[in-house]
């Protein structure tokens, strides 16, 4: 009886691999053993990375409505207590997309915080 490969099955799943591979340089795009070896460590970081930017959107939201609030003589941490004792439920994405687009709009939010405290 002939060995049986399951040929088509194999080569699928190389070629899969190969794909993914695609745009690395030298022989980590060519040759398969390479290629696994570079794919797998590319899944690595992007699951990383993936929770990373999370936390880098974060920090850069902070950043802004930290410049915001310097601009209208309030510290970022006053500015966030102020928001809670206010009952304003705004997240940082929001706040920040306000502080950079409508100045003049947080600067009402920076009043509305100063009666509050």
Same mark, same amino acid.
């Given at each position: 009886?002939?060995?049986?490969? %399951?040929?088509? $099955?194999? &080569?699928?799943?190389?070629?899969? !691999? +190969?794909?993914? $591979?695609?745009?690395?340089?030298?022989? @980590?795009?060519? =040759?398969?053993?390479?290629?696994?070896?570079?794919?797998?460590?590319? +899944?690595?970081?992007?699951? @990383?990375? &993936? @929770?990373?930017?999370?936390?880098?959107?974060?920090? =850069?939201? #902070?950043? &802004?409505?930290?410049?915001?609030?310097?601009?209208?003589? #309030? *510290?970022?941490?006053?500015?966030?207590?102020?928001?809670?004792?206010? %009952?304003?439920? +705004?997240? &940082?994405?929001? =706040?920040?997309?306000?502080?950079?687009?409508?100045?003049?709009?947080? *600067?009402? +939010? !920076?009043?509305?915080? @100063?009666? $509050?405290?």
């Amino acid at each position: 009886m002939p060995r049986a490969t %399951n040929a088509p $099955a194999s &080569r699928q799943r190389r070629k899969k !691999v +190969l794909k993914r $591979a695609k745009g690395y340089r030298q022989g @980590r795009s060519k =040759l398969f053993k390479r290629a696994k070896e570079f794919s797998e460590k590319g +899944l690595t970081y992007a699951y @990383r990375d &993936r @929770r990373t930017k999370k936390r880098n959107f974060r920090a =850069l939201w #902070i950043t &802004r409505i930290s410049a915001a609030c310097q601009n209208n003589d #309030i *510290s970022y941490s006053r500015f966030i207590s102020g928001l809670k004792k206010a %009952n304003i439920n +705004l997240n &940082r994405k929001s =706040l920040a997309n306000i502080a950079f687009n409508n100045p003049d709009v947080f *600067s009402d +939010l !920076v009043k509305r915080v @100063r009666e $509050a405290i």
